[in-house]
């Protein structure tokens, strides 16, 4: 009882001790840069300069065109592996013989074991100029670093993560249920939209909340495919950046952590925090509200 008490407590005080972390340095933060500035600012510019005379002297910490990017490609992402995934997962666990099952399961997993170094690569090196090119064949300007080469990438590389964790839930769906929706008269796509869907919709929502966590928090891809260009935009075919790639940016190398341009790291490390979580407490009661239903 010592041991289970003791690495429980570890949990918990790991959990407070990242968010006091970023509490303490974002207060910091703010006694530099209003909140206001910092939450509802359009323009992105932590370069701090030397003398107060310089251009750009006081800098932008607008956190507004970050949050754009990030946004827009955890929802291009999200477009391909929500659909790709949840299909996928319906068909291996329905459909699918289990000959066809035990190879290509595995397979599609192999996917997740990639690093995303080699996804980046992929983006930029493959992605990127077909789109370019494509864009240039029907008369669209396409730019070299685009938001949608970046996600489109992203979303292949997060279809296991929700195909794995849906054929779970759907395979744990009890057979009476299944059987019992066959008995009185539906067919097989019916039984599944009105039967195995609903009842393993907790493990799809996990899926996919999975799959959002490692959208938003992916850095390498957006690095190699979307650029460091902080672009308040919704056009998916011109460059953007996210949160993450300007946390890695702002930490890289010798830094003074008593500047504003290292301490907007830990604020944005907080808002961050802040957004998944209401994203997460929204989704678990999405969840919760329509499983009451089938009760």
């Not at 359009?42 to 970050?66: E, K, N, T």
């Not at 391909?80 to 319906?90: C, E, H, M």
């Not at 493990?203 to 650029?227: D, F, N, P």
């Amino acid at each position: 009882m010592g041991v289970l008490i003791a690495c429980s407590t570890v949990a918990v005080l790991t959990t407070i001790g990242i968010v006091l972390s970023l509490v303490f340095e974002s207060l910091q933060f703010f006694r530099m840069v209003p909140v206001t500035d910092f939450l509802f600012g359009i323009h992105w510019s932590p370069q701090m300069a030397i003398r107060a005379d310089q251009v750009g002297a006081s800098g932008g910490f607008g956190a507004i065109p970050l949050l754009a990017g990030t946004f827009l490609i955890s929802a291009i992402a999200l477009t391909v592996s929500g659909p790709v995934g949840l299909y996928s997962a319906i068909y291996i666990a329905e459909y699918a013989s289990p000959r066809f099952r035990a190879v290509v399961k595995p397979l599609l997993e192999v996917l997740a074991g990639i690093p995303t170094v080699v996804y980046g690569f992929f983006a930029a090196l493959f992605v990127a100029p077909l789109l370019r090119a494509g864009g240039e064949s029907i008369g669209l300007a396409v730019s070299s670093e685009s938001a949608l080469a970046a996600g489109l990438v992203m979303g292949v590389m997060t279809i296991p993560f929700v195909s794995s964790i849906a054929d779970d839930a759907i395979t744990a769906v009890p057979n009476a249920l299944k059987e019992g929706a066959l008995g009185v008269g539906a067919t097989r796509s019916e039984m599944i939209r009105q039967v195995v869907l609903p009842a393993a919709l907790p493990g799809i929502a996990g899926g996919m909340l999975l799959a959002t966590s490692r959208v938003i928090g992916e850095t390498m891809i957006v690095v190699m495919a979307a650029g460091l260009t902080a672009n308040l935009t919704l056009n998916p075919l011109e460059a953007v950046t996210t949160v993450t790639v300007q946390i890695v940016t702002l930490l890289t190398g010798d830094q003074e952590f008593d500047s504003a341009k290292t301490l907007s790291a830990f604020a944005l490390g907080l808002l961050l925090f802040i957004v998944t979580l209401i994203l997460n407490v929204i989704a678990l009661r999405i969840v919760k509200t329509y499983r009451e239903q089938y009760e």
